[in-house]
């Protein structure tokens, strides 16, 4: 038992300070899951651990300023809370980071397949949306997904009018991508509502990107009728 407990130690001592893990986080035989559950419960009442909620926790940091430990940072319970629910973040928090609305939510949403009741973790305030594409599996791929919620969401973006949302987001992401990328974003958005697709195709036809607007088109039913909230001609 006390070298299988070393082990466990020794696994929990190679994961970083304040990032949060999980039972999955340490490799062990099924059979052992309650000498582990005991191993981490002892280790949080000497504070070596911080049970972030059940079966959740992070090694504390001790700050360089004396001020005791740091709180466990944003973005480790931003990828904590995205991999728990196999999802991305999403919504105000973002489109707040990409420079479209000067407002700060109170509340982070998370897109997911799955989507579960709004909670809270931590201070955090979680709000659940369903998403379109399965949870994207690297950056590049995230951000052009971000872009499409983004145009999918105009309408509602604090701070600022559809069209001006339509501009900024044609201006500081649409129109800077690559053609290869601009063409993948293309391609994800037809997995999106026709309204997306609509949107899309007319900053693609602002950009001069006729083929791919064209191709959005096509998707789209001809007696579909939009009620845009925008100009598609630059303000």
């Known amino acids: 038992?006390?070298?299988?407990?070393?082990?466990?130690?020794?696994?929990?001592e190679a994961i970083p300070e304040g990032k949060i893990f999980t039972f999955g986080d340490i490799s062990f035989p099924v059979t052992k899951f309650a000498n582990v559950a005991v191993i981490l419960s002892n280790?949080?009442?000497?504070?070596?651990?911080?049970?972030?909620?059940?079966g959740a926790y992070y090694r504390p940091k001790l700050s360089n300023l004396g001020l005791g430990f740091l709180p466990v940072y944003q973005d480790e319970q931003?990828?904590?809370?995205?991999?728990?629910?196999?999802?991305?973040?999403?919504?105000?928090?973002?489109?707040?980071?990409?420079s479209l609305?000067?407002?700060?939510?109170?509340?982070?949403?998370?897109?997911?397949?799955?989507p579960?009741?709004?909670?809270?973790?931590?201070?955090?305030?979680?709000?659940?949306?369903?998403?379109?594409?399965?949870?994207?599996?690297?950056?590049q791929t995230l951000y052009l997904?971000?872009?499409?919620?983004?145009?999918?969401?105009?309408?509602?973006?604090?701070?600022?009018?559809?069209q001006t949302a339509f501009d900024k987001i044609n201006r500081l992401h649409v129109?800077?991508?690559s053609l290869k990328d601009q063409k993948k974003l293309v391609s994800l958005s037809l997995k999106y509502p026709p309204r997306v697709r609509k949107s899309l195709s007319d900053m693609m036809y602002r950009n001069n990107k006729r083929d791919l607007a064209e191709q959005l088109v096509g998707t789209i039913c001809p007696t579909t009728r939009f009620n845009l909230s925008y100009k598609t001609v630059e303000q």
């Open 145 to 162: 997904v971000q872009i499409l919620d983004a145009v999918k969401d105009m309408q509602h973006i604090p701070g600022v009018t559809p």
């Open 43 to 54: 280790l949080t009442k000497e504070n070596k651990l911080v049970r972030v909620e059940r």
């Open 101 to 114: 609305t000067e407002q700060v939510p109170a509340t982070v949403t998370i897109a997911s397949t799955y």
């Open 1 to 12: 038992m006390q070298s299988f407990k070393s082990n466990i130690l020794k696994k929990i």
């Open 175 to 177: 129109s800077v991508l």
């Open 116 to 139: 579960v009741r709004a909670f809270k973790f931590k201070k955090l305030a979680v709000q659940c949306v369903k998403s379109y594409i399965d949870r994207p599996s690297d950056v």
């Open 78 to 98: 931003f990828l904590y809370l995205t991999n728990k629910l196999n999802g991305y973040l999403t919504g105000m928090y973002i489109y707040n980071k990409m």
